[in-house]
């Protein structure tokens, strides 16, 4: 075998490892007992009965068994029984990703699914040296939730960047929001969760397709005098053979109409009342038949499909004057940390906040629905308030993800009994980034660091798969470009590098540290660097940023 085909099969082997850990993963979520997330519609829409609510997206997981095969890595840990029962060893298959240590994980009896409380579904191993009354904070000054590892077991707990999208995206769709229905004019952005099928024929009658004559049978006709057939109009009566009339676009044909001649290629000879045709009259030429572009019951859009302007027109064209949609995620977003100014210029110790302006309508663009940034500053008792009274479908929070006196985001998802399913990603920048779930079917929290351009890999790699889930937009679609010039990686994690495209290659932009956001402003995608880094002309990932792409339309893309 050759040294490429060695290469490609040990990439389909860690696909299939990473898928394995993600459906893994998602079992163990979907154990847990999980209520639908019912708050207030903040659009004020009608919710559509139980029978159209109840009844999820196609592709949506609800089911709460696991997949077959062999457990992997990525498998949740629950804490340790308090019985202190022993506990069986989960084999741990090779994962592909250089100098991080596999541990085999143990896992608690589960007596019942009901009982079960998964930590990290999503290869977050436990520090090593837990105790099986359950490992201890990061801070060590307080429980843990069990799944937060110390900051010396974090690179052995980072989750693989492509299985922490991919774990985030169908998260979001393993919870499906209830459809409602919204008006045309409301239904902008939206997605279809019900497929749009054609009410009549369109169009529902022969209609004119030009300004000029409806001729009946072969020519010179007799043209008929008076002001001829406007659109609007009902029936008339049947044309006879050998007569023209006027018409105009759009107007219904009368019975046994011929054509339609162009005015511009027709000529009156008023002395004579005739109408002599300048070019070939073919039968049916300028006529739009009844039924041409469907006919009713057709299906003219999928579920699935977002709502653009033309989605808009065809849906009023066929009848429609709502659409059943599924509703825009709800996203707050709370943004810790004392040190931020929110106007002026940076002084004393202080700095503007970036990440407020930035995030909201980011989201947006991506469709969701998104209040205004709440600043909490460094108060863990207002973050722990913020959280548990929070009604939205999904909650993102700034800074205070990493280990140091004031980042009080893990110790209050401890408290709060959310179940943290990532805890830092194997990419740079961004790494310490996380995604948990609050208890008892609460949201999911995405945490972002609080370095700029940090947090925008974090929107990239959980929070916009996660919106797109639960929106039940579909997956941006991969490709790939070459790269203009060499790109240096990381030792072991991937880097989402700024790019802007040239020709048919993407050019690495400048100022790309965690804490800038020169690059990114410039910049339509970020490529994926894998581990190691690039030389030129190597085709890489590319991720599309929303406002670079003509796909999915959201209106006025930030409002």
Not at 311 to 335: K, T
Request: net charge negative.
């Amino acid at each position: 075998m050759t040294a490429q085909g060695d290469d490609a099969r040990a990439a389909q082997e860690k696909r299939a490892e990473e898928e394995r850990a993600v459906e893994q993963a998602l079992a163990l979520v979907g154990r847990q007992p999980q209520a639908a997330h019912a708050s207030p519609d903040r659009s004020g829409a009608t919710t559509t009965p139980a029978s159209l609510s109840a009844t999820p997206r196609p592709g949506r997981h609800t089911s709460t068994s696991p997949p077959p095969g062999p457990p992997t890595s990525a498998s949740l840990t629950s804490g340790a029984a308090a019985s202190g029962a022993a506990t069986p060893a989960i084999p741990t298959p090779d994962i592909p990703t250089p100098d991080i240590p596999t541990p085999d994980i143990p896992t608690p009896d589960i007596p019942t699914p009901d009982a079960l409380t998964p930590d990290a579904p999503a290869a977050v191993a436990s520090a090593p040296g837990a105790s099986a009354s359950g490992p201890t904070s990061r801070r060590g000054n307080s429980p843990s939730h069990g799944s937060a590892p110390s900051s010396r077991g974090h690179r052995a707990s980072a989750t693989a960047w492509a299985g922490a999208r991919a774990l985030a995206e169908r998260l979001g769709r393993s919870a499906p929001l209830a459809a409602h229905r919204l008006p045309l004019d409301r239904a902008l952005g939206h997605v279809l969760a019900e497929a749009v099928v054609a009410l009549t024929d369109l169009p529902s009658f022969d209609t004119s397709a030009m300004d000029g004559w409806v001729v009946a049978g072969p020519g010179p006709w007799s043209a008929r005098e008076g002001e001829g057939l406007l659109a609007g109009r009902g029936a008339t009566e049947p044309l006879p053979d050998g007569q023209a009339l006027r018409i105009a676009t759009g107007a219904r044909l009368p019975a046994d109409a011929t054509a339609v001649i162009r005015s511009e290629h027709a000529h009156c000879d008023e002395t004579k009342g005739l109408l002599h045709a300048t070019r070939e009259v073919v039968p049916g030429q300028d006529i739009r038949p009844r039924g041409q572009e469907c006919r009713s019951g057709d299906e003219l859009l999928p579920v699935g499909t977002v709502v653009t302007p033309p989605v808009l027109g065809l849906a009023a064209a066929a009848g429609y004057d709502a659409l059943v949609v599924v509703p825009r995620p709800r996203v707050d977003v709370f943004v810790l940390g004392d040190e931020l100014l929110t106007t002026g210029l940076p002084r004393e110790g202080l700095i503007r906040d970036a990440l407020g302006p930035m995030l909201a309508p980011w989201l947006r663009a991506l469709g969701a629905e998104v209040a205004e940034p709440r600043r909490l500053g460094d108060d863990a008792g207002a973050l722990r308030r913020a959280l548990v009274s929070s009604d939205a479908d999904l909650i993102l929070t700034t800074g205070g993800t990493a280990a140091g006196p004031v980042d009080h985001v893990h110790p209050v998802l401890a408290e709060i009994g959310a179940d943290l399913l990532i805890d830092g990603v194997a990419v740079r920048p961004g790494h310490p980034m996380l995604l948990a779930r609050l208890a008892e079917g609460g949201p999911c929290l995405v945490g972002l660091p609080g370095n700029p351009l940090a947090a925008v890999s974090g929107l990239l790699t959980l929070a916009e798969p996660l919106v797109r889930g639960i929106a039940g937009r579909p997956a941006q679609e991969p490709y790939r470009a070459s790269v203009h010039e060499e790109v240096h990686g990381h030792p072991h994690d991937t880097r989402l590098i700024p790019v802007v495209h040239r020709d048919d290659s993407v050019v690495p932009l400048h100022y790309n540290g965690p804490a800038m956001l020169r690059g990114i402003a410039g910049a339509d995608g970020l490529a994926v660097v894998p581990p190691g880094g690039v030389r030129s002309g190597t085709e890489v990932e590319i991720l599309d940023l929303p406002w670079a792409s003509a796909s999915p339309w959201t209106e006025g893309c930030f409002t």
